[in-house]
């Protein structure tokens, strides 16, 4: 069994920072891909940061490169997003997601290949 929690998260002004936290817990003889998606009212889950498996490759939406940036932490299998510039369309439910294999490149934004997700942080951004 593998849990992944979240945490971070608020309500913050448009150009503001913030910082998520995640961590997948359970098999800790592996090293999972692990990837930030977000979803707005209304609008489906988006592929937004993620970090390929052992290989450590990094992957950005383009809607967040150059403002957020995706890191491991120091204890196995857990990572940040620290999002940068913030703006109101930044507003979404944001999930970790844990994938128990390296995805290959074109399968890391896709929700279907991740096996398992967080409940969720919400994120607001206005004035």
Not at 52 to 80: E, L
């Amino acid at each position: 069994q593998v849990v992944v929690v979240e945490s971070g998260g608020g309500s913050v002004q448009p150009g503001d920072s913030l910082k998520l936290s995640c961590e997948a817990s359970g098999r800790t003889d592996m090293r999972y891909t692990m990837a930030w998606f977000r979803q707005a009212p209304g609008k489906e889950r988006e592929f937004v940061a993620g970090l390929r498996g052992s290989v450590g490759n990094i992957y950005y939406a383009d809607s967040v490169k150059g403002r957020f940036a995706i890191s491991r932490g120091n204890v196995k299998n857990t990572m940040s997003l620290q999002m940068n510039s913030l703006k109101p369309e930044d507003t979404a439910v944001y999930y970790c997601a844990a994938a128990t294999r390296t995805l290959i490149l074109s399968s890391i934004r896709l929700v279907g290949q991740y096996d398992y997700w967080g409940q969720g942080t919400h994120v607001t951004v206005s004035s």
